[in-house]
């Protein structure tokens, strides 16, 4: 019979394997995990996105007088620059977008036109800037593209989402 | 005392066959793995681009009402045709000659103004900066006064992407917090 510090010698390199083993399935199991955690939230946010899109074409669509539509009307800004237009635009903006998905404590959003000559022009009305201190953990950015009268020039409108804390 | 010879190999032979049977495990789940899609994927893959569809309908929407305002335009500019049946006099178009009658010289109107038409809207197409919107591709047809039809020849084709390309994530610090 072998004795006991015989006994432990001869096992020791099989030990040694299996804790070793045992620590890479730990390792792989947890990398696994994170990678999985990292799809959903993936999925999360491409979920948010879709809606995010889905609402910023319906503003697009949505009236703004009598057979004209919002799209319509920042074309008419885009030509005219007339300031009242653009008033009345970030008027009918925070109307859409009071009644709409975004409007949370824990959202917040910004819009805003790049317009073909290069300028960005916000159109987010005025009372949404003024906001409790919060802080932003992610950021979504859509965007789409709305033609004007000249054929070769687009106007394009980027939504921001924020998902907020408030501060303390 | 030691293990006899038959031991000794018995020992490193399961030695081998772990470590074998760890890597094997390892290649097999980061080469193969992700072939099986998350649940969900496909489907998520399919309301994007049925989105993105969204997007360039209402651009081809958006364009074909303001092809509309153009086109009206170019024919009143043209004394109603695309091209004269019986030429122009200064550019002015003419709707009678001294050897040819009204009615032989008149426009139609509504051809004129789906082939006029035509050509608005295919300026505007080609500039979606995301899908490609094939050209000629409405069957139009007029109805009462101002309400015009098209049916699609051939259908958009969207591609089904990857995700995630556009996201953006970082953190604002509590400085730059949103005011």
């Known amino acids: 019979m072998l004795n006991k510090k015989g006994i432990v010698e001869d096992w020791l390199p099989l030990m040694l394997l299996i804790v070793v083993l045992v620590f890479l399935f730990f390792i792989t199991m947890i990398l696994k995990i994170g990678s999985e ?62 009644g709409s998905e975004l409007e949370e404590d824990t959202l917040s959003w910004d819009l805003t036109m790049n317009l073909p000559s290069g300028e960005e022009i916000e159109i987010t009305p005025l009372e949404r800037e003024i906001t409790p201190p919060t802080r932003a953990f992610k950021i979504i950015n859509v965007a789409v593209d709305t033609p004007t009268s000249t054929p070769n020039k687009i106007i394009r409108l980027n939504l921001w989402v924020f998902y907020t804390k408030i501060l303390a | 005392m030691k293990f006899n010879k038959t031991g000794q190999v018995l020992m ?39 989105n993105k569809a969204e997007q360039a309908l209402f651009y081809i929407d958006q364009s074909a009402k303001y092809s509309v305002q153009q086109t009206i335009y170019d024919l009143a500019q043209k004394g109603g045709f695309e091209s004269p049946k019986c030429g122009d006099y200064f550019g002015y178009s003419l709707w009678n000659t001294k050897t040819k009658k009204i ?7 509504k051809e004129n103004f789906k082939s006029a038409f035509s050509g608005n809207l295919d300026e505007y ?7 490609y919107i094939p050209l000629n ?43």
């Open chain 1, 37 to 98: 955690r990292e799809q959903i939230e993936l999925f999360d946010k491409e979920q948010d996105k879709i809606m995010a899109q889905q609402l910023l074409v319906g503003y697009l669509r949505s009236p703004f007088s009598t057979g004209k539509n919002l799209a319509d009307a920042i074309n008419e800004y885009y030509l005219t620059r007339n300031q009242l237009l653009l008033d009345e635009i970030k008027r009918k903006t925070g109307q859409f977008f009071s």
């Open chain 2, 12 to 50: 490193y032979g399961l030695i081998f066959g772990l470590f074998g049977s760890l890597i094997t495990y390892l290649a097999i789940s980061y080469t193969s793995g992700r072939e099986f899609s998350q649940i969900g994927q496909e489907a998520l893959y399919l309301i994007k681009a049925s």
């Open chain 2, 103 to 109: 009615d032989e010289c008149s426009p139609d109107y």
């Open chain 2, 125 to 131: 197409l080609p500039n979606h900066p995301e899908v």
């Open chain 2, 137 to 179: 591709n409405y069957n139009l047809q007029l109805k009462n006064q101002l309400e015009i039809i098209g049916y699609a020849i051939s259908d958009l084709e969207i591609p089904i992407g990857e995700l995630g390309a556009e996201i953006e994530q970082f953190e604002i610090s509590e400085k730059d917090g949103l005011q």
